[in-house]
């Protein structure tokens, strides 16, 4: 079976970096997937993107205060269902520990 790259933008969304770090490996955690990479889409960011091979086109373009979401995960669908779980827990979250600003 191979393997899929599921990529998505929030713009001028921010979210704390621990955050962001805690929500990836809780994800990166799942059986059927390999890496997620939750951050935002400074150029910093996009390079470790490149350099590991999960840069996608959709990410290129995103800018520093973009949130950026890559799962790559044993099927489209999989990776799609990943990502849609990354963003709810992202946005549905616990308001007290939660750190979310439009920018």
Not at 70 to 91: D, F
Request: net charge positive.
């Amino acid at each position: 079976m191979g393997k899929s790259v599921i990529s998505n933008v929030i713009p001028r969304t921010y979210h704390d970096s621990v955050r962001l770090m805690q929500v990836s490996k809780e994800l990166s955690n799942l059986d059927s997937v390999q890496r997620t990479f939750i951050a935002m889409g400074t150029d910093a960011n996009k390079r470790v993107l490149e350099q590991i091979g999960l840069l996608t086109d959709v990410i290129k373009d995103a800018g520093a205060n973009d949130l950026i979401f890559v799962v790559e995960a044993k099927s489209k669908e999989i990776g799609k269902g990943t990502l849609a779980k990354a963003e709810a827990l992202l946005t549905k979250g616990d308001k007290k520990t939660q750190t979310i600003m439009q920018v």
